[in-house]
Each structure stands twice: as C-alpha cells, then as structure tokens.
C-alpha cells in the first residue's frame, strides 16, 4: 500500500525554519568569511567568533614519513596511548592501550593528571618493549589552546567533564615534560601539539597530498585549513614568503556566539542553547553536531505534538525528556528505503507512542530529514567559504566524526550544496580521514622530526 504523503501542516511549519535557500546561505558565507578574516587579525582578534588559532603546522605529510612514534590521544570519548609504526606510503602498523582517567584525577589536580599521563606512557612502554627508545611523540589534546609554537599549547579552558586545577594558562607539553622527568624511568621527546581537526587533516594527507581542510563531525564540530602565513598575523615569524602555509583551527563551533547567526537560528536551536551546559557558546556546532541533532529533532516533534499536529496531540514521557532522541535515530531512519517505515515506527513506538499512524511515521521522518539537511547544508556553506579563500581550485577534504561515518545522506547532501555555492570550475572531494587522533599526532610528529 501506498504511504501518505508529508502533511502540508507540517511542512508550513517546518520548512520555513529548516530550509535554508542558497541566498540565504550565501549570506552565511559572507558572515562565515568577515569572521575568518577578523579571527586571523591581531587587531581583531578577540571580538571573532571564530578565533582561527595558529598551530604552527606548516609541512604536511608526504608519504615518505618513516620510523616509530608515540601518540597522546586526550579529550575525545577515551584516553589512549598510541605507538604508530609507518613503514611504506601508506602501510603502518599501530597499537594502542585505553586508560581510564578515574573521576578524582578530572577535577583534581593538574600534576597529578601529568603524572597519570606519564604513568600510562611509561607502562604501555614497557609493555611495547620500547622504554630504551627516544621516541618522538605527537600529543593530541582536543580542548581550546592558545599555541606559541609546536610544542606550545597554552590551555584557554577545560572543557568535556575535565577540571583540573592548575593547568589553565600553562603549557600542557611542559606539564608533560615535567611529570615525565619525576619519574625518570622513559625518554620520550614531545614534538608537537594538536587537536582533532589538524590530526585528521593530517592523517588525510598521508595518502591524499592535495588534503587541505580537516573537518570534524562527531559531538562536536570544527575545521582546520591551510592559511597563507602572511594572512595569519598572529603567526609570528621572521620573514615570511609569499607561497608558505600554516595550518588554522577555526574554533568555527563558536560561530555565531557574538550573534552573525541570529538571522537564522529557530525557536529550537535558542531552546537548544539555553538548556545545554554552556549557554551562548558554540551556537553553529549547537546547530549541526551530533551531540544536538537529535535533541532539535524532538524539540520539533514537541512542538508540532502541542500543535495537534503529531501522535493525536499526545506526547509521550521519554520524548519530553532531554536528549531521549539520539542522533544515531537520526541515521537510522533515514537509512530505511523510502517506501517503507518500519524504522521510524520502531523508534517511536520504543520512546513511548504507542499507536503511530503511517502519517506520524511519514511526518516524524521529514523532520529528521529537515534538521539533517540543514545540518550538512550549514557544513557545505562553511566548507564552501573556506575552498573559495583557499582560492584552490583542486582539493581534498579529510573528514572524521560519526556523523559524518554514520548518517547515510550527509556526505552527498554536503557535496551537492557545496558545488552550488562555488563556481564550476573548482574540483573537490570529502574523504573519510582514519583515526586523526591517533595516526595525525604520529605524522605530525613525524614531520616536525624531520627537521630536528
Ligand atoms: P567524538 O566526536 O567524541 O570523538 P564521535 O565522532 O563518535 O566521537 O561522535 C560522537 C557523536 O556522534 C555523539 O554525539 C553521538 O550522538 C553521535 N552519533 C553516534 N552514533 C551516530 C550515528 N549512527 N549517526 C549519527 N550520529 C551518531
């Protein structure tokens, strides 16, 4: 039997809210482009939303990388120790350990979360039966850091569950060095820091060496790219040459926090802010990232519920609680084939509705649809500002994140709207980076190491 179609109710409400026109998205860009320009500037600094920190990344990979080296991964879901062997353009071998970081050791003090860090490397040294190595090693420390230099990172604020008292303001590779010098018993030399996004653009450029733009998709979102070094004031260097590039991290989560987005936030996204754990910041990520996709897709289904609109007007406990629609639904009922419902129906009947009607499922799917679409759409408009500034017209974006490994559409959503926004002539393409954390930490280090 044939499925109803969208309710016209449902698409009045929903489409002026969630489709984006490519006008409008062009304003986007403009907004996008001044708050680049203003984060890069040392005059203007600090009043960017996108605060375009310098990493002091400067040569990319280029598949002749060879040797060992230890990686750091912390500040993503796990805290993991990394020893990375490349052996060949793109052959290496890698093993890792997870560690728990115990619940004191997160809001207690920084030397000893040093000293665990360290205690974690020694042990998985020995067990690597590397301790009488000088092994280089690439920190990936995903909170917001201010860098002097490669190994300079001074942390901004923590973030993710951590608070540990003494470390804001200092250089975390120094807190490193030190705990690693009490103990003594392993040598280790930390080359570089990084965040997510230089890892992943990093590791995409092993293989793809016209990677320019690292991308992350997953609780969070942001992007690095490649900067002319004489547009990036705050990279203090001697003399700068016109053809020389530093890698950017954007920060462009916070896009939109001093208020370039209010022309187009809804109802849902400001309801998003205001309950989540840091109202007013990071108002673009709030918008499209896995950690707020779900969440918008239920406050919509709120909504239109209290509008009679869905379920006979009856809304079901577990969807009027807080993040009870997880993104990974998302995914999953925009996987199933269209002329079916099962999936949706599934979804809902396990959050509590118990009779949808064919017409619920139908509607409930083009709200997941919508908020997905204008997710990727909001992804392409960035990216799309950041190729047009690159000014190359041959690319290739490294993404990570599980919204973008995940969701069935977002990939083809983004590179349709991308190629609307930009001229013809310019070429790209998005490629799945692996384990950026963990692989990008070793080549950056591998690379700084090149020159020592
Ligand atoms: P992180 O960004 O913390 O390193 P991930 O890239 O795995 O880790 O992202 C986790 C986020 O991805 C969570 O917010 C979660 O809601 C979302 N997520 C998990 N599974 C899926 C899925 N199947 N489809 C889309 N998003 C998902």
């Known amino acids: 039997s044939k499925l109803p179609s969208v309710s016209s109710n449902i698409k009045k409400i929903v489409d002026p809210k969630f489709s984006l026109d490519n006008e409008t998205l062009k304003e986007v860009m403009v907004k996008f482009e001044r ?31 060879r040797g060992k080296f230890l990686a750091l991964d912390l500040g993503g879901t796990n805290f993991r120790v990394l020893l990375i062997h490349l052996k060949g353009e793109e052959d290496y071998e890698f093993q890792s350990k997870i560690f728990a970081i115990p619940q004191n050791i997160m809001t207690g003090l920084g030397v000893e979360l040093f000293d665990h860090i360290a205690k974690c490397l020694a042990e998985f040294a020995i067990e690597m039966n590397i301790q009488h190595e000088v092994l280089p090693l690439g920190f990936t420390f995903s909170f917001p850091c201010r860098q002097n230099g490669l190994t300079e990172g001074l942390l901004i604020k923590w973030t993710k569950g951590f608070n540990c008292k003494g470390v804001v303001n200092q250089n975390v590779v120094e807190l490193l060095e030190d705990a690693l010098k009490r103990r003594n018993d392993i ?24 990677c320019k733009i690292g991308v992350i998709l997953g609780t969070g979102s942001n992007a690095c790219y490649l900067e002319r070094t004489t547009n990036a004031e705050l990279f203090e260097k001697q003399n700068k040459f016109d053809d020389e590039k530093v890698v950017i991290n954007t920060e462009w989560g916070a896009f939109g926090d001093f208020g370039s987005l209010d022309f187009i936030t809804t109802c849902y996204d400001k309801e998003v802010d205001h309950h989540s754990l840091n109202p007013g910041n990071q108002i673009f990520e709030k918008m499209l990232s896995g950690m707020y996709l779900g969440e918008l897709v239920r406050l919509v289904l ?18 009027s609680t807080q993040h009870q629609f997880f993104t990974k639904f998302v995914s999953e009922i925009e996987t199933e ?97 692996e384990d950026g954390s963990g692989r990008g930490a070793a080549l950056v280090a591998a690379v700084a190491s090149r020159q020592v």
Request: net charge neutral.
């Open 187 to 210: 040598k280790i030399l930390i080359c570089a820091i990084l965040n997510d996004t230089t890892g992943t653009l990093m590791s995409c450029a092993w293989k793809h060496h016209d």
């Open 35 to 65: 708050e680049i320009k203003k984060g890069l500037k040392r005059s203007t600094h600090s009043s960017a939303e996108t605060k375009c920190f310098v990493t002091f990344v400067q040569d990319l990979p280029n598949g002749t990388e």
């Open 302 to 319: 709120v909504h239109l519920t209290s509008q009679g609109h869905l379920f006979n007007g009856q809304i079901s406990k577990q969807l």
């Open 337 to 433: 084939a269209e002329d079916s419902i099962n999936v949706v129906r599934k979804v809902l009947i396990d959050l509590g509705i118990n009779e949808p009607s064919d017409e619920d499922c139908v509607n409930v799917r083009y709200v997941c649809e919508s908020v997905t679409r204008r997710s990727a759409h909001l992804v392409a408009t960035a990216l799309a500002t950041l190729i047009l500034r690159m000014g190359d017209p041959d690319i290739t974006i490294g993404v990570d994140g599980s919204v973008y490994r995940h969701h069935p559409k977002f990939d083809d959503l983004m590179t349709k709207k991308v190629k609307e926004l930009i001229p013809s002539n310019y070429r790209f393409k998005f490629v799945l980076s």
